[in-house]
């Protein structure tokens, strides 16, 4: 018996689909799941739902982690998949550190099981000769919006947490640079960073809603003769808060604000820009000249 899908129905199935103590079928004419014990033999009014079980839990959990982009989250989890034991309750527990990681989870989760009912039903369809539904486009989940405030840096706590930053930075540049090359590299950075006028540089700060300090992006005239350039001079975000698009809204709307300003150029002058933040720098409209070269000698 055909039956229309809405969200409702496919509540229903989704909740049946992770139940593992139990089997499940959908009855289309009270349009609800329920257990198979309970079906009768109406072979047009019963439909088997999509099977589910932990072997599938396990490799939606692995595209996730493939797919996340925060690196903290990312090895901590998949220490978890190869851990062997506790998988999906220490996934959970994991994901319960990193919130905004767990809600780009749910909706990822949702939106996958989500895709294996329309199949589902689009198969249905097909045996009832009608046309198959189309996926509904994407909703865009603003998490950066809906758990960051972004906002102008201007008390003393922001100039704490900015030198923070500055020397996590400096001790990633290191470790990724060991022994004296990471000393020079940081140094380089330093008086590349330090050569404008702090008290005329603007910072906008992103945190999230409750207070925690995330990221920063600060800003700085050129000189006096060239007043409609700037000078990106840092754009950080906090290791447990990458992936998730904050470095991007702070370059998008520090550019914006200087686009406001009157300002025609901006430019960034670092001796190292780490790849992911030279594609947000392409992304948001800057064009690359010229690099930086290294010889081991």
């Given amino acids: 018996m055909r039956f229309d899908l809405n969200e409702e129905i496919r509540n ?8 593992q103590g139990n089997s499940y079928v959908f009855d289309s004419v009270e349009l609800k799941a329920v257990p198979v014990s309970s079906a009768t ?68 989760k949702e939106r ?11 198969t249905l369809c097909e045996s009832w000769g009608l046309e198959k539904l ?3 486009p ?8 809906d758990d960051f405030i972004f906002r102008d840096g201007d008390s003393e706590q922001d100039s704490e947490n900015i030198f923070i930053c500055a020397d996590t930075w400096l001790q990633e540049i290191e470790h990724q640079y060991p022994g004296e090359l990471g000393i020079v590299l940081g ?8 050569a404008y006028d702090a008290e005329a540089e603007k910072v906008l700060i992103a945190e999230t809603v409750d207070g925690d300090f995330a990221g920063y992006i600060s800003v700085a005239p050129f000189f006096e003769n060239a007043p409609h350039t700037a000078v990106l001079t840092m754009l950080f975000v906090q290791p447990r808060y990458r992936g998730l698009g ?12 200087l686009k406001n300003q009157q300002v025609h150029w901006a430019t960034v002058a670092n001796a190292i820009i780490p790849v992911s933040a030279a594609h947000i720098l392409r992304d948001c409209g800057f064009t690359q000249i010229g690099t930086g070269f290294i010889a081991n000698l």
């Fill in 246 to 257: 904050i470095g991007r809204e702070l370059l998008t709307q520090c550019l914006s604000r």
């Fill in 112 to 122: 996958e099981m989500n895709r294996l009912i329309l199949d589902w039903y689009n």
């Fill in 138 to 145: 994407e909703e865009t989940d603003d998490l950066v919006h």
């Fill in 12 to 19: 229903q199935i989704i909740f049946s689909m992770e139940d």
């Fill in 41 to 108: 033999k109406e072979e047009d009014r019963f439909y088997k739902i999509p099977e589910w079980g932990s072997i599938n839990g396990f490799k939606l959990m692995e595209r996730f982690v493939g797919l996340l982009r925060n690196p903290l989250a990312r090895e901590a989890l998949r220490e978890v998949l190869f851990s062997g034991k506790g998988v999906f309750r220490n996934f959970k527990k994991v994901l319960k550190e990193y919130p905004e990681v767990e809600r780009l989870w749910y909706t990822f």
């Fill in 134 to 136: 189309e996926e509904e």
């Fill in 187 to 194: 140094e380089l950075w330093q008086n590349q960073r330090y």
